[in-house]
């Protein structure tokens, strides 16, 4: 599958982005779906993960409250909705995708066999 990931931009600290992941070749109904994200000089670091199948869910505590994945009606767009940005979640952020993820590891980068190229998502002070 092919991943497209876009929506990201300049904000200003407490204002909102969405950011979308379009997929090609298959569809977000039975796969686990995950956010990364990494600012300049720093590691990849997970943001978000979602089994589709059985709705479980995983926030990083740095983004939980404020952020949330979804995904449209056709499965084949998900999304991720930021509120209240901080300029600390500025970073270029990518989309993941795999057939099964076991709830453990939706964190982990190499659970993910389909990536999309990042968006950067810059928040100022």
């Known amino acids: 599958v092919q991943l497209q990931a876009f929506g990201g931009g300049l904000v200003q600290a407490g204002g909102s982005l969405r950011l979308s992941c379009v997929a090609s070749?298959?569809?977000?109904?039975?796969?686990?779906t995950a956010w990364f994200r990494q600012a300049p000089g720093k590691e990849r670091e997970f943001v978000v993960g979602?089994?589709?199948?059985?709705?479980?869910?995983r926030y990083a505590d740095s983004v939980k409250g404020r952020f949330t994945i979804s995904r449209d009606n056709a499965r084949t767009t998900v999304y991720l909705q930021m509120n209240s940005l901080k300029p600390e979640d500025t970073a270029i952020y990518s989309c993941?995708?795999?057939?099964?993820?076991?709830?453990?590891?939706?964190?982990?980068?190499?659970?993910?066999?389909?990536w999309g190229q990042g968006t950067q998502v810059t928040v100022s002070s």
């Open positions: 993941a995708a795999a057939p099964r993820v076991i709830f453990s590891n939706l964190d982990l980068p190499s659970s993910y066999d389909s």
């Open positions: 070749g298959r569809t977000f109904s039975d796969c686990a």
């Open positions: 979602r089994r589709w199948n059985s709705g479980s869910t």
